[in-house]
């Protein structure tokens, strides 16, 4: 049986990737679906240029899925996408989100495919742990009260978590970011056969908004 891992190239579904890939399950895409709208409700928008190099480091098949990004409209597109390929099942990174998890599902059901979630209802601390150990993850995007800064363009790990945890005390934020209070990019991990080298890294601020741009990845 062969899967799709949807995938932004953030820390959730490369993890949820990399666990079906533990199980003995066999990826054959990494697909990834590419808003216009920069304030989509189910996907990100930043550095995917960074995915087929991670797909080529996976030694899987990369599919850029378009869409406008309009709320209900974009699963749609996903739909569509899957639709074209010869796949049996997707991966996805979904931890607490009902919207993001439901929608995944339905599309799953609709295609007669198999939808594979091993992070659903993990501890949010567990889950960063997880990425620490296994991966090279950074924040990317933030969009809290609380995190700038002090975690744009770091690597998760213990200390980061640590900090993560110091402002979900006062802020009350997700500390995995499933609230929209961040968004993550994976430059390494076990199933990558080398690590993704990138260019500088150029952060941006706007109110609450913070952004690690990088332009290109190899």
Request: proline letters at 3%.
């Amino acid at each position: 049986m062969s899967f799709a891992a949807l995938t932004s190239g953030g820390k959730d579904s490369i993890l949820a990737m990399q666990k079906a890939l533990d199980v003995g399950k066999k990826i054959s895409h990494m697909v990834t679906v590419v808003p216009k709208n920069k304030e989509s409700y189910m996907f990100h928008s930043a550095n995917l240029n960074a995915v087929p190099v991670m797909a080529e480091r996976t030694g899987v098949e990369y599919v850029e899925i378009k869409s406008d990004g309009v709320k209900e409209k974009e699963v749609e597109d996903m739909k569509a996408g899957l639709e074209k390929l010869d796949i049996e099942g997707v991966t996805v990174g979904a931890i607490e989100s009902e919207y993001q998890r439901s929608r995944v599902d339905e599309v799953c059901k609709s295609l007669g495919l198999t939808m594979f979630a091993p992070l659903w209802k993990m501890k949010p601390l567990d889950v960063l742990k997880e990425v620490s150990e296994k991966m090279d993850a950074r924040i990317v995007v933030c969009a809290s009260d609380g995190l700038g800064e002090n975690v744009l363009g770091k690597r998760i790990d213990e200390n980061l978590i640590t900090e993560l945890l110091r402002v979900s005390q006062k802020r009350r934020i997700h500390i995995a970011g499933e609230g929209g209070e961040y968004e993550s990019l994976v430059l390494n991990a076990p199933c990558f056969s080398s690590p993704i080298n990138f260019s500088e890294m150029k952060f941006e601020y706007e109110g609450l908004l913070g952004k690690a741009l990088i332009e290109r990845f190899w």
